[in-house]
């Protein structure tokens, strides 16, 4: 299962190389486990709120240490780079989890940006619950839409 739970893939050998734009798209020990072989890069709104969600996600991964769900979040936090260029995050990557706000011209703004920056086998994924999938593609070229997932 992928960081933001909603679909399973294999994914090779490697571990895989995962966009995550916005912090919110980490929730969970369950997400934080799922995220040890990945390696993660963080966007947010600004290079400020790219500081909080980095902040945010270390004081929610050392509170389920203390619980004990998940072990050292050291190695965890280590896979994640917090950036505020989507161009230089999204090259290389295997999936991309859009996790904004339920706005249809940003997400779908977001959309084509990731698009012509992430290789053309990348996955999309968004989190909308209210936006149909096939609206969001629609901003993505022909060739990526059936890799736009929800």
Same mark, same amino acid.
């Given at each position: 299962?992928?960081?933001?739970?909603?679909?399973?893939?294999?994914?090779?050998?490697?571990?895989?190389?995962?966009?995550?734009?916005?912090?919110?798209?980490?929730?969970?020990?369950?997400?934080?486990?799922?995220?040890?072989?990945?390696?993660?890069?963080?966007?947010?709104?600004?290079?400020?709120?790219?500081?909080?969600?980095?902040?945010?996600?270390?004081?929610?991964?050392?509170? $389920? @240490?203390?619980?004990?769900?998940?072990?050292? !979040? +050291?190695? &965890? %936090? /280590?896979?994640? #780079?917090?950036?505020?260029? *989507?161009?230089?995050?999204?090259?290389?990557?295997?999936?991309?989890?859009?996790?904004?706000?339920?706005?249809?011209?940003?997400?779908?703004?977001? $959309? @084509?940006?990731?698009?012509?920056?992430?290789? !053309? +086998?990348? &996955? %999309? /994924?968004?989190? #909308?619950?209210?936006?149909? *999938?096939?609206?969001?593609?629609?901003?993505?070229?022909?060739?990526?839409?059936?890799?736009?997932?929800?």
């Amino acid at each position: 299962m992928l960081p933001n739970g909603s679909i399973h893939a294999n994914v090779s050998e490697r571990p895989a190389e995962v966009e995550v734009i916005d912090r919110d798209a980490i929730r969970g020990p369950e997400h934080a486990k799922r995220l040890r072989r990945s390696k993660v890069t963080l966007r947010d709104l600004d290079d400020s709120a790219t500081a909080r969600g980095m902040e945010s996600i270390r004081k929610s991964l050392e509170k $389920f @240490a203390s619980k004990g769900t998940i072990d050292d !979040p +050291a190695p &965890i %936090l /280590a896979r994640i #780079t917090p950036t505020g260029d *989507i161009a230089a995050a999204a090259a290389g990557i295997d999936l991309a989890v859009e996790a904004i706000i339920e706005d249809e011209a940003a997400k779908r703004a977001l $959309f @084509a940006a990731l698009d012509a920056a992430a290789p !053309p +086998a990348a &996955i %999309l /994924a968004t989190n #909308t619950s209210s936006i149909p *999938i096939g609206r969001l593609a629609e901003a993505v070229a022909p060739a990526r839409r059936p890799r736009v997932v929800g």
